[in-house]
């Protein structure tokens, strides 16, 4: 009874902690902010639809680029890996892929998020800021967490247990 208590308390805070998991990831999701999200959240199903058609009509472009930084890295990794001592020219290729593929996505965000009224731009502009601060704190309590766990590991170090 006291594991199935335990299960059920755990599935509970899962199912509450996974949309403040899923809002303090999408700030820098894979290296960048987004306004994207946002910008969805307060859409109008008209609109999402709208957004739709724009990640068809961009959607070879992304790919393109994803792949293209994927090789980039894949270049990189393999100069470090063969001994190569002067990496500059695939770091370079790195850096421009990067902002290629930051420059389209973008591109898209603005392009959506110019479709929604003052008022939708706003709401989505205040989501954002909230849930960067959110994430922020996040980062800064578990620091703290790290910081208070290493100290009480090391505290005890060097005493003889009784």
Do not use: W
Not at 53 to 64: A, E, G, N
Not at 110 to 132: E, H, P, R, V
């Amino acid at each position: 009874m006291k594991l199935f208590r335990s299960l059920a308390a755990a599935g509970v805070i899962t199912a509450l902690l996974a949309p403040a998991a899923f809002a303090h990831g999408f700030p820098h999701h894979r290296g960048g902010a987004s306004a994207m999200m946002p910008c969805m959240v307060v859409a109008t199903p008209e609109q999402k639809a709208n957004l739709r058609q724009l990640f068809t009509s961009h959607k070879q472009t992304l790919i393109t680029d994803h792949q293209n930084l994927r090789s980039a890295r894949q270049a990189l990794n393999e100069a470090i890996l063969s001994g190569t001592k002067d990496v500059t020219t695939q770091e370079a290729a790195v850096a421009k892929a990067q902002q290629q593929m930051l420059h389209d996505r973008d591109a898209l965000a603005a392009q959506f998020c110019g479709q929604l009224s003052q008022q939708q731009l706003s709401a989505a502009d205040t989501l954002y800021k909230n849930l960067s601060q959110l994430h922020e704190q996040s980062h800064q309590q578990a620091r703290s967490y790290f910081a208070a766990a290493r100290s009480a590991s090391t505290s005890n170090t060097g005493q003889s247990s009784d």
